[in-house]
């Protein structure tokens, strides 16, 4: 089974521009989350999904970023307008409502530079 | 959310067991104890989890104490593949409960060959 994707792997942009993280979550899962992780703040949960449904979005930074899931395989993750400190790797992730353990799949990450 | 302390760091040389400890005193009782591994320049992994007995599977085993406040990750012989932040979190079973783990900064285990 394929696992999670993202895209893009590597993106490089400058200050002011927007940035699009795009995901494809297992097929089947019902959950999907996004994570930021930084040296200094570590794997932090941005907001996560639940049948498409945004569930808690407590962990945006603020205004700048925004989440949608416009159908059960595609979610995006949009920064607007970008700044340095954006600059991290950001996770995707799902799960089935029902698993052992609830047990977590994680994508391989986009690495977001902003210069 | 019940909380998870762990080791900063780790060493262990290669061949050897690696014991990595988790303390997690406000545990509730539908919390499942989970362990997470995160290689470099990758996403975190799924290693283990357990609710109350000990567990064992292909990369490691899961020692949980009787009363649930702490557990220990068993890597019966570490390689150096194995070198990674592990983390151990706590995963309630409730759905509304799904997302809100918090991963903390975990252990990071060096191995010397």
């Known amino acids: 089974d394929a696992g999670v994707i993202q895209s893009p792997r590597h993106e490089v942009t400058e200050m002011g521009q927007e940035v699009t993280l795009r995901c494809k979550p297992i097929s089947g899962h019902d959950y999907l989350f996004w994570y930021r992780q930084t040296m200094m703040r570590g794997l932090e949960l941005l907001i996560y999904f639940n049948n498409n449904v945004p569930i808690d979005d407590s962990g945006m930074p603020e205004d700048r970023f925004s989440a949608k899931m416009p159908n059960a395989s595609f979610s995006t993750l949009k920064i607007q307008p970008s700044e340095p400190r954006d600059s991290a790797v950001y996770f995707c992730?799902?799960?089935?409502?029902?698993?052992?353990?609830?047990?977590?799949?994680f994508g391989e990450g986009s690495w977001l530079t902003v210069v | 959310d019940a909380k998870t302390t762990q080791p900063n760091s780790m060493e262990s040389n290669e061949e050897e067991p690696v014991h990595l400890p988790c303390n997690h005193s406000?545990?509730?009782?539908?919390?499942?104890i989970h362990w997470y591994r995160q290689l470099p320049s990758q996403g975190p992994e799924y290693v283990i989890h357990?609710?109350?007995s000990n567990v064992n599977n292909r990369m490691a085993s899961l020692a949980i104490a009787e009363d649930r406040k702490s557990s220990t990750l068993i890597l019966h012989r570490a390689t150096l593949r194995d070198a990674a932040v592990y983390y151990c979190?706590?995963?309630?079973?409730?759905?509304?409960?799904?997302?809100?783990?918090?991963f903390g900064d975990g252990t990071t285990l060096t191995v010397k060959p």
């Open positions: 406000t545990i509730s009782g539908t919390d499942y």
């Open positions: 357990g609710l109350t």
């Open positions: 979190i706590l995963r309630g079973t409730h759905n509304t409960n799904a997302g809100k783990s918090t």
């Open positions: 992730a799902s799960r089935p409502l029902q698993g052992i353990g609830n047990t977590i799949y």
